[in-house]
């Protein structure tokens, strides 16, 4: 099949923080150019963009970003299946020690369950409950024993509340992040926690750069957390940051770690430091100086560049 161009116009810019809908900041980094990303039939571009960094609540976020229109129709036709395999990602490991700890029959929600990838290990020893738009995804995640419930039954109180809620892998992907984070921790009971798996702008090297790092060339990633942020948003939410477990979100082995780094060094000198000798010595070694053409930086998914947040929700004296 041949991909359309892109779609209809839909791009939408960013006033104001997406957290804490501050207007302050500052630019990181150098800009980026726009890019199209082709699904199927479909092309999606994302506008250029410069990443900020809120003055108020360090989150890291695009300007410029799809229309919610463009957003929506962009999930619905994204292939979930290369996140649905048995394996499990360093971050699933990191949340499923935390969900070991639990005593049996505590009540746990995923939030953006899928196919119940996180909760599959746990439905027989726990009450495991899931929230996910997709049909398909949410059948499977029943068949493996998960309860489904829908996001309108959660923010209206009728689900109850639970000892652990997971929200792995949608925090970048939502506009308004901290309102539903809050509505999440409304739904803990006391001493119950709260696990965001996200990105990790600290983490990511070449800051200079920062708006060409992997994790912000999705067209459905739209901000990245910092470390602060996260002790701004426990306060926000009125809980504890009882963790922060650093790690990748991919199992990388060593061969392909050496393969990224020498390509992000290489694009590194000749995109920020051009007229310096490391650049002038490469231009001269065939291969190494096609780096100077790439069109953007090339992925390096092996850094600690996410992170497992657990907030715990403290007991009333």
């Known amino acids: 099949m041949t991909a359309q161009a892109p779609s209809a116009p839909g791009s939408r810019a960013?006033?104001?923080?997406?957290?804490?809908?501050?207007?302050?900041?500052?630019?990181?980094?150098?800009?980026a150019t726009a890019f199209d990303t082709a699904i199927g039939t479909r092309v999606f571009r994302q506008p250029a963009y410069v990443i900020r960094r809120c003055t108020q609540c360090d989150l890291y976020y695009k300007s410029a970003v799809l229309s919610v229109a463009q957003l929506e129709a962009y999930y619905a036709v994204l292939d979930s299946a290369p996140f649905e395999h048995e394996g499990?990602?360093?971050?699933?490991?990191a949340v499923r020690r935390m969900l070991g700890k639990l005593p049996?029959?505590?009540r746990v929600l995923d939030f953006g369950c899928s196919t119940g990838r996180m909760l599959k290990d746990f439905a027989a020893s726990l009450d495991c409950a899931g929230v996910e738009p997709n049909a398909a995804a949410a059948a499977a995640a029943s068949r493996r024993g998960i309860q489904m419930m829908t996001e309108e039954n959660l923010r209206s109180g009728a689900a109850g509340s639970f000892d652990?809620?997971?929200?792995?892998?949608?925090?970048?992907?939502?506009?308004?992040?901290?309102?539903?984070?809050?509505v999440l921790a409304s739904r803990l009971k006391p001493g119950g926690w709260l696990a965001i798996v996200t990105g990790n702008a600290d983490a990511a090297?070449?800051?200079?750069r920062l708006s060409e790092f992997w994790y912000f060339r999705l067209p459905g990633h739209l901000h990245?957390?910092?470390?602060?942020?996260?002790?701004?948003?426990?306060?926000?939410?009125?809980?504890?940051l009882a963790e922060l477990h650093r790690c990748s979100h991919y199992d990388t082995p060593g061969p392909e770690r050496v393969?990224?780094?020498?390509?992000?060094?290489?694009y590194h000198q000749f995109r920020s430091a051009p007229r310096q000798?490391?650049?002038?010595?490469?231009?001269?070694?065939?291969?190494?100086?096609?780096?100077?053409?790439?069109?953007?930086?090339?992925?390096?998914?092996?850094?600690?560049?996410?992170?497992?947040?657990?907030?715990?929700?403290?007991?009333?004296?």
């Open 14 to 31: 960013i006033t104001e923080c997406p957290a804490c809908s501050a207007a302050g900041y500052e630019q990181v980094g150098a800009p």
């Open 88 to 93: 499990d990602f360093p971050t699933d490991r």
């Open 224 to 240: 990245m957390l910092s470390e602060r942020h996260a002790s701004w948003l426990a306060a926000r939410l009125s809980l504890d």
């Open 259 to 266: 393969r990224q780094a020498v390509q992000a060094w290489l």
């Open 104 to 106: 049996t029959g505590s």
């Open 164 to 182: 652990a809620i997971i929200l792995a892998d949608v925090y970048e992907h939502l506009p308004r992040p901290v309102e539903l984070a809050a």
């Open 277 to 317: 000798l490391p650049a002038t010595l490469l231009r001269r070694v065939p291969r190494l100086r096609d780096a100077a053409r790439w069109p953007t930086a090339p992925a390096l998914t092996y850094t600690r560049d996410h992170v497992v947040a657990r907030f715990r929700k403290p007991v009333a004296p």
């Open 205 to 208: 090297p070449y800051r200079d």
